[in-house]
């Protein structure tokens, strides 16, 4: 297998007394979908912020392409070519897609001598990107606020691909989404792998990582339970491996495997 | 999946009405319609549509317009600035003072008032986003400390709350004239020679047009509304100034510098308050402790008739000038018919309902909220 992309060491992270990361140690490759999987509390906020530059490790060393990193602040990480769900989601729904596609990135001419921002440009590419994605927009200025969940976690993720981020970080995308949107971001996330880019699917979904995830690594109360390979591991392992054992197989069958 | 996606049977067409609506200057256009029908057809014959007529409130709303574009732009920054008004009292103090009392060349008196004024507003921003506090409260204290400072000055040197004498400084000076002075000044005579427009019958005017030219005031109007207006749509500093009203945070991720924006929008409402301060204490020759009170509050109402959101991020420069013109036109055109002004704020009141009742559905358009 090449060499991981963005490789995080033995990572820990405490607020205070509270120790939310106890050594953490990740890789993520190239053109791979790495789960990362784990209960409310069991750390997986804090991990993806430390990975995108949000937080400073307490400890630990994170290595990208192979030079140990220091992000000062998110911007580093976007710089560095890796780029959260939770940034690139923030769309403002006032704001037409376009505008959104290239905000903080605008694409600017010259007229004489001045700066302007080139909408014929924007307009295309954001087009563009949108159709490859399957995504037919009303047009160019449509409103963000006038598309579905599932669309705009599209359009965010295509904006990431389009400015050149190596790395997705993509914070329960499909949280909050229904079963038809669900399964468009589940697409969208596989035509970005195939891109060659790392996505880190962060989900507490166990079925939604098994349908795209090539590896899986579960975290628990701040401490990983090890990584594995697609085939290695069924869904209901994973299932348990997330709640901690005991508990979940003594739910199991009261529940009827529901869970 | 794809196939799905190139129709949606479910996403309805949208009519030519509704996308006409989502336009931010829809109510400002329809409102100057209205209001220029209503007055044609009232007021034809009172001398509100001749030269000097036209002049009279062309004069108020470019006034209006030149605090409305600053004020404009703060807005969909996602800030307001309510010591416009004591701004402008301040400012027309401090030119006062420097350019009068203390004798300074007026185009010294009226740089450094600017200074100050503009770095007035930057305290402004940079308290609002260093405290994260609401620009309303923040600039609600700056309102009372400037208006203070605009009776205390002037008290405390001159004892007296109006200082003249300002025309007179500012004779031959080469800046005053910028703000104080007019254009076309020749065009207007020969208008009045060809008899197209009202010339002075009597007195040591005689002869001359009554409407001698064009103020300085209405072109710095114009020229800040396209300035603003391509700032706004044609550029990345525009965009920015829309993501920062939109969603802070959400443009701050994604690399807008969103602090800087505000901050600058408010050194820009600064200016546009010194702007139309400079231009009035030159117009007047003088400046007073109570000038531009209230102001404040009419920059906001012409920018929301214009189709600004009152929480930030979605606008129009030229939105706000119609709103500017419609309350310039309607202010001077009750005058011109007879109808008692205190009138003028029941209007006032009515299309401001209307504009913010408009604007909220309009957003629900817009961000597809139900």
Same mark, same amino acid.
Request: charged letters at 15%.
């Given at each position: 297998?090449?060499?991981?992309?963005?490789?995080?060491?033995?990572?820990?992270?405490?607020?205070?007394?509270?120790?939310? *990361?106890? !050594?953490?140690?990740?890789?993520?490759?190239?053109?791979?979908?790495?789960?990362?999987?784990?209960?409310?509390?069991?750390?997986?906020?804090?991990?993806?912020?430390?990975?995108?530059?949000?937080?400073?490790?307490?400890?630990?060393?994170?290595?990208?392409?192979?030079?140990?990193? %220091?992000?000062? %602040?998110?911007?580093?990480?976007?710089?560095?070519?890796?780029?959260?769900?939770?940034?690139?989601?923030?769309?403002?729904?006032?704001?037409?897609?376009?505008?959104?596609?290239?905000?903080?990135?605008?694409?600017?001419?010259?007229?004489?001598?001045?700066?302007?921002? %080139?909408?014929?440009?924007?307009?295309?590419?954001?087009?563009?990107?949108?159709?490859?994605?399957?995504?037919?927009?009303?047009?160019?200025?449509?409103?963000?606020?006038?598309?579905?969940?599932?669309?705009?976690?599209?359009?965010?993720?295509?904006?990431?691909?389009?400015?050149?981020?190596?790395?997705?970080?993509?914070?329960?995308?499909?949280?909050?989404?229904?079963?038809?949107?669900?399964?468009?971001?589940?697409?969208?996330?596989?035509?970005?792998?195939?891109?060659?880019?790392?996505?880190?699917?962060?989900?507490?979904?166990?079925?939604?990582?098994?349908?795209?995830?090539?590896?899986?690594?579960?975290?628990?109360?701040?401490?990983?339970?090890?990584?594995?390979?697609?085939?290695?591991?069924?869904?209901?392992?994973?299932?348990?491996?997330?709640?901690?054992?005991?508990?979940?197989?003594?739910?199991?069958?009261?529940? !009827?495997?529901?869970? | 999946?794809?196939?799905?996606?190139?129709?949606?049977?479910?996403?309805?067409?949208?009519?030519?009405?509704?996308?006409?609506?989502?336009?931010?200057?829809?109510?400002?256009?329809?409102?100057?319609?209205?209001?220029?029908?209503?007055?044609?057809?009232?007021?034809?014959?009172?001398?509100?549509?001749?030269?000097?007529?036209?002049?009279?409130?062309?004069?108020?709303?470019?006034? /209006?317009?030149?605090?409305?574009?600053?004020?404009?732009?703060?807005?969909?920054?996602?800030?307001?600035?309510?010591?416009?008004?004591?701004?402008?009292?301040?400012?027309?103090?401090? #030119?006062?003072?420097?350019?009068?009392?203390?004798?300074?060349?007026?185009?010294?008196?009226?740089? #450094?008032?600017?200074?100050?004024?503009?770095?007035?507003?930057?305290?402004?921003?940079?308290?609002?986003?260093?405290?994260?506090?609401?620009?309303?409260?923040?600039? *609600?204290?700056?309102?009372?400390?400037?208006?203070?400072?605009?009776?205390?000055?002037?008290?405390?040197?001159?004892?007296?709350?109006?200082?003249?004498?300002?025309?007179?400084?500012?004779?031959? %000076?080469?800046?005053?004239?910028?703000?104080?002075?007019?254009?076309?000044?020749?065009?207007?005579?020969?208008?009045?020679?060809?008899?197209?427009?009202?010339?002075?019958?009597?007195?040591?005017?005689?002869?001359?047009?009554?409407?001698?030219?064009?103020?300085?005031?209405?072109?710095?109007?114009?020229?800040?509304?396209?300035?603003?207006?391509?700032?706004?749509?044609?550029?990345? /500093?525009?965009?920015?100034?829309?993501?920062?009203?939109?969603?802070?945070?959400?443009?701050?991720?994604?690399?807008?510098?969103?602090?800087?924006?505000? #901050?600058?929008?408010?050194?820009?409402?600064?200016?546009?308050?010194?702007?139309?301060?400079?231009?009035?204490?030159?117009?007047?020759?003088?400046?007073?402790?109570?000038?531009?009170?209230?102001?404040?509050?009419?920059?906001?109402?012409?920018?929301?008739?214009? !189709?600004?959101?009152?929480?930030?991020?979605?606008?129009?420069?030229?939105?706000?000038?119609?709103?500017?013109?419609?309350? !310039?036109?309607?202010?001077?055109?009750?005058?011109?018919?007879?109808?008692?002004?205190?009138?003028?704020?029941?209007?006032?009141?009515?299309?401001? *309902?209307?504009?913010?009742?408009?604007?909220?559905?309009?957003?629900?358009?817009?961000?597809?909220?139900?």
């Amino acid at each position: 297998m090449s060499d991981p992309i963005i490789q995080m060491k033995n990572i820990e992270k405490h607020f205070g007394s509270v120790i939310a *990361l106890a !050594g953490v140690s990740v890789d993520v490759h190239a053109g791979e979908c790495h789960c990362l999987l784990g209960d409310n509390g069991a750390g997986k906020s804090t991990f993806i912020k430390t990975m995108s530059g949000v937080h400073k490790p307490t400890s630990g060393e994170i290595i990208f392409e192979g030079q140990p990193l %220091d992000f000062a %602040d998110p911007r580093d990480a976007i710089a560095a070519g890796s780029a959260t769900g939770h940034h690139l989601l923030a769309m403002i729904p006032l704001m037409s897609v376009s505008r959104n596609f290239f905000m903080g990135n605008e694409p600017v001419k010259k007229i004489a001598g001045l700066t302007f921002f %080139d909408h014929d440009y924007a307009n295309r590419v954001t087009m563009e990107e949108m159709r490859s994605m399957g995504i037919n927009l009303r047009g160019p200025d449509q409103a963000v606020g006038t598309l579905s969940g599932g669309e705009r976690q599209t359009v965010a993720i295509a904006r990431a691909v389009h400015f050149g981020a190596k790395v997705l970080i993509l914070d329960e995308p499909t949280s909050a989404l229904g079963v038809r949107q669900t399964s468009n971001v589940l697409a969208t996330i596989d035509k970005v792998r195939k891109q060659g880019i790392a996505v880190v699917f962060i989900t507490h979904n166990v079925r939604h990582a098994m349908a795209v995830g090539d590896r899986f690594t579960v975290l628990n109360r701040g401490q990983t339970l090890g990584t594995a390979e697609r085939g290695e591991i069924t869904p209901e392992e994973l299932q348990d491996m997330m709640a901690g054992g005991q508990e979940m197989a003594s739910l199991e069958g009261s529940l !009827g495997g529901t869970v | 999946m794809s196939d799905a996606a190139q129709t949606d049977e479910r996403v309805k067409e949208i009519s030519r009405l509704r996308r006409a609506l989502i336009r931010p200057e829809l109510g400002g256009i329809v409102g100057t319609i209205a209001v220029f029908t209503f007055f044609l057809l009232f007021a034809f014959d009172s001398g509100m549509f001749n030269a000097q007529g036209v002049m009279n409130w062309t004069v108020v709303s470019a006034q /209006f317009v030149i605090i409305a574009v600053g004020a404009c732009l703060l807005m969909i920054s996602g800030e307001f600035d309510l010591s416009v008004g004591s701004m402008i009292g301040f400012a027309g103090m401090m #030119i006062a003072i420097f350019g009068v009392t203390l004798g300074w060349p007026m185009w010294s008196a009226i740089l #450094i008032t600017f200074v100050i004024c503009i770095t007035c507003g930057a305290i402004n921003g940079y308290i609002v986003v260093r405290t994260g506090l609401p620009s309303f409260i923040v600039t *609600l204290a700056t309102l009372f400390i400037l208006r203070g400072f605009t009776i205390f000055i002037p008290q405390t040197i001159e004892r007296k709350t109006i200082i003249g004498g300002i025309r007179e400084a500012a004779e031959g %000076d080469w800046l005053a004239p910028v703000f104080g002075g007019k254009i076309f000044g020749g065009a207007f005579q020969w208008l009045g020679d060809a008899g197209i427009i009202a010339t002075f019958q009597r007195g040591n005017r005689a002869g001359q047009p009554v409407v001698d030219g064009i103020p300085m005031l209405v072109v710095w109007a114009l020229a800040l509304v396209i300035v603003g207006h391509i700032i706004l749509t044609r550029t990345r /500093f525009g965009n920015w100034i829309f993501a920062a009203g939109g969603d802070a945070d959400a443009a701050r991720n994604s690399g807008v510098p969103v602090n800087a924006v505000k #901050i600058k929008m408010f050194m820009f409402t600064a200016f546009c308050a010194t702007v139309f301060a400079t231009c009035q204490v030159m117009e007047f020759g003088s400046a007073g402790a109570d000038r531009g009170l209230l102001k404040e509050f009419e920059a906001i109402i012409a920018v929301v008739i214009g !189709g600004a959101l009152l929480t930030g991020g979605y606008g129009s420069v030229i939105g706000a000038a119609l709103g500017a013109l419609i309350f !310039g036109v309607v202010q001077q055109g009750l005058f011109f018919a007879g109808v008692e002004s205190s009138l003028f704020r029941v209007f006032l009141g009515v299309i401001l *309902l209307f504009a913010v009742i408009l604007n909220t559905y309009i957003r629900r358009i817009i961000t597809g909220e139900r």
